[in-house]
């Protein structure tokens, strides 16, 4: 089988800015006792619910590394 693993160039990267709070994305959390659920809010009004402890991490991971991209896109 012939397989071509293609590498990243690194001069074409997009550059990522080296913290979200620089564009203004701060993740809060909090714990909903009526719903029990993670209830995490951005600093640009985004909002997301979920009731595992792993999810919930992983997306303020991702909405801190992926927020700076979008607003680039809509720039």
């Given at each position: 089988?012939?397989?071509?693993i293609?590498?990243?160039?690194?001069?074409?990267?997009?550059?990522?800015?080296?913290?979200?709070?620089?564009?203004?994305?701060?993740?809060?959390?909090?714990?909903?006792?009526?719903?029990?659920?993670?209830?995490?809010?951005?600093?640009?009004?985004?909002?997301?619910?979920?009731?595992h402890?792993?999810?919930?991490?992983?997306?303020?991971?991702?909405?801190?590394?992926?927020?700076p991209?979008?607003?680039?896109?809509?720039?």
């Open positions: 089988m012939n397989m071509h293609f590498k990243r160039n690194p001069a074409t990267a997009v550059a990522v800015p080296s913290s979200a709070r620089e564009l203004g994305h701060r993740v809060e959390s909090t714990f909903d006792y009526s719903t029990c659920h993670f209830v995490l809010t951005c600093t640009c009004t985004t909002r997301f619910e979920t009731n402890i792993d999810e919930a991490l992983e997306w303020s991971e991702m909405h801190k590394a992926m927020a991209l979008a607003d680039q896109l809509s720039a």
